[in-house]
């Protein structure tokens, strides 16, 4: 065998050995944090913890973290997913004829690692701060800054995702359709979106998967509400804000809800997930 032939073998073996330890790694911490959560969670599974309130000293659940979590996230989803997808359709089928696709895709891949953090301040300073000073200093967080602040990080998801199945839709659709004297805008909404649409779905349901459990952004924005509260305006609380909350607190109680709340969210991702994959599966089915 000769020497370079060699060498390129136990090169090849070497780079296979370490990306395989590297993968198992990577699994076995996965592994071991979701088992944690599981094992954790589940114990501190109760009836009350989806019919009570929680509140520091008494027998409480996460009712009203539940309650806020999904108010905030359909916020954040209902503005984030028409911007996304009109935003997406323009990349596809528009952007080319211009300049700014380019630059807008480039922009949007930034704000898709942009920390999340980044976003909470962001709308804490134009919409917490201003609301504030209108009201005479009476500061104003509420469960709409914080759905506008979770709007921002799926916003991106969306977009990349839409533009993304968009262009994956055969060109000869397209030209098909713009023989026959279709109109782009029909074209658009009525073929080309109506083609794409399990990937849209697919992707909104990634970005509200994404979003569920943020807690940066939400601990500038909706702050946090030991009572019920569905009112967007009030400060609400959310399953992210409360896992934080209490995992700091030294009560064991505490720990165990904290713990609770965050076996719901894993489970309610997973779910997600399984959904996303579900439409795509049968879309590959359709269209074989």
Request: hydrophobic letters at 50%; a positive charge; glycine letters at 8%.
């Amino acid at each position: 065998m000769s020497s370079p032939y060699l060498r390129r073998r136990i090169t090849n073996a070497l780079a296979m050995v370490l990306s395989t330890l590297a993968t198992l790694v990577g699994l076995a911490f996965l592994a071991w944090i979701l088992w944690e959560t599981l094992r954790q969670g589940i114990s501190a599974l109760d009836l009350k913890l989806f019919t009570k309130i929680t509140a520091y000293g008494e027998d409480g659940g996460l009712a009203n973290a539940m309650v806020g979590s999904l108010i905030i996230n359909f916020i954040g989803i209902a503005i984030a997913t028409p911007i996304g997808v009109l935003a997406g359709t323009w990349l596809a089928e528009y952007a080319d004829r211009t300049k700014l696709g380019e630059s807008i895709r480039f922009l949007n891949d930034i704000l898709l690692s942009a920390p999340s953090i980044v976003m909470g301040l962001f709308v804490y300073t134009i919409i917490v701060l201003p609301t504030t000073v209108l009201t005479h200093g009476s500061t104003t967080f509420s469960g709409f800054a914080g759905g506008v602040a979770l709007a921002l990080i799926a916003l991106p998801v969306i977009v990349r995702t839409t533009d993304e199945m968009l262009r994956l839709v055969p060109s000869t659709l397209r030209e098909a359709a713009l023989s026959l004297g279709v109109p782009q805008w029909k074209l658009t909404l009525q073929i080309l979106i109506r083609a794409a649409r399990s990937g849209i779905i697919t992707g909104v349901l990634l970005a509200l998967a994404r979003i569920s459990g943020e807690t940066a952004p939400l601990l500038f924005t909706a702050f946090g509400n030991n009572y019920m509260a569905i009112n967007p305006i009030e400060k609400m609380s959310s399953l992210p804000q409360i896992i934080y909350q209490y995992a700091n607190d030294p009560g064991d109680s505490m720990h165990a809800l904290a713990w609770a709340g965050a076996f719901v969210i894993t489970m309610f991702v997973l779910l997600l997930s399984l959904a996303s994959r579900l439409i795509l599966s049968r879309t590959k089915v359709s269209h074989d």
